[in-house]
């Protein structure tokens, strides 16, 4: 009887401990980031500090419910940036205001101090298309520190990390299923687009994307290798910037412009209802609002009005802030149809939008997002 109370509990303790070492090596992962690098991370991550507060148009998508729960910490670049979406999400979960901030610019702004004071155990990152030496230092610090740190990229090469940087995102924050069904969504949009355009073979449009219409009074800084430039050489525009601008983003002249005659006009801004001197566009702005706002600035530029394009009405806009989220697809959808009408007349970039938002995000649709040509 003794002998067989004692070989039940060897049986008992046996498995007690294989259950242990079975949680052992669940609770964390290894996961391989946009960098390449090979990141061992929480298998649920509970303290989690983003480099970047708008990658909240990312993570609010896969985080259903609160998507706040597990952010310890981050930058306050939404709510300078982008007020109107850092208000919408404010409204519906209050709690955000306390997320202690660190600092107001993003990543390179963030006091490495202050981020291990706060105990992470996950540090999220973007990869970005200009890297500061505080960026750097915060690396080499939460390495040493042994906290993990992992880089996602959903502003610079979009078209090559969007689906990554969402099934990334997914797999540490368990959501691996919802990442996959946003981007078979993703994906699908998107190659829609590529394979029409592989079957057409006219000319392509010549196009001049102005960025922050109505920041700085002189023209034009612009996107090329990267960014909202890449989304605009995807869905068939001809940069005019392409031969005199080689990185993600550069500048070109009044001049040069004028000279090139493009034969669109695409602007981007961020402006809320009552921003003065600056593109309105976003969820708290009217369509009548947004439209108001394009006309007055590029009047106000001598080289803007000079351009055939402003002159036959082919001036179109859209928010900024595309640049930073996967929500880009209706983006590259509203760039493809204003190029080619006739090609993409089926195609409806609002309404891609407004799915998103309804099938992902957890604040309703609002606002306007696209002005598109009058003509």
Known sequence: MLNSKRALWRTFTAALLGLLLISLT?????????????????????????????????LAMLEPGNPFQRIVGWPQDLKKYDRQT??????RFPAMLQIPALGLDGMND????????????????????????????????????????ITVDLRVHMLKNTEASVALFGEVLGQPA??????????????????????YHGRKPRVLLHLHLG?????????????????????GGDNIAAG??????????EEAVITAQPDLYFATGTGGPDAEGALRLGPAVSAEQARASLDTLIGQQNGLKALRAVQNHQAAALWHNFYLSPWHVAATE???????????????PQQTLQQIFSDYLPIPYSGTWFIAPTK
């Open 26 to 58: 669940v609770l964390a992962r290894t996961v391989t980031d946009i960098d390449g690098q090979r990141v061992e991370v929480p298998d649920h991550p509970q303290r989690i500090v983003l480099g970047e507060s708008r990658m909240l148009y990312t």
């Open 86 to 91: 850092w208000d919408s999400f404010a409204q």
């Open 110 to 149: 963030m006091n490495p101090e202050r981020v291990l004071a706060l105990k992470p155990d996950l540090v999220i990152l973007p990869q970005l298309a200009r890297k500061g030496d505080a960026g750097q230092q915060l690396m080499i610090m939460l390495k040493a520190a042994h906290i993990p740190v």
């Open 178 to 199: 919802r990442a996959a069904r946003f981007n078979a969504f993703y994906h699908q949009h998107m190659q829609r687009i590529q394979q029409r355009l592989a079957d």
């Open 215 to 235: 920041r700085r009074n002189e023209c034009c800084v612009t996107a090329v290798n990267g960014s909202l430039g890449e989304l605009l050489q995807f869905a």
């Open 244 to 253: 005199a601008v080689s990185g993600v983003f550069g500048r070109l002249n």
């Open 334 to 348: 509203f760039f493809a149809k204003t190029l080619y009408p006739d090609l993409f007349q089926d195609v409806d």
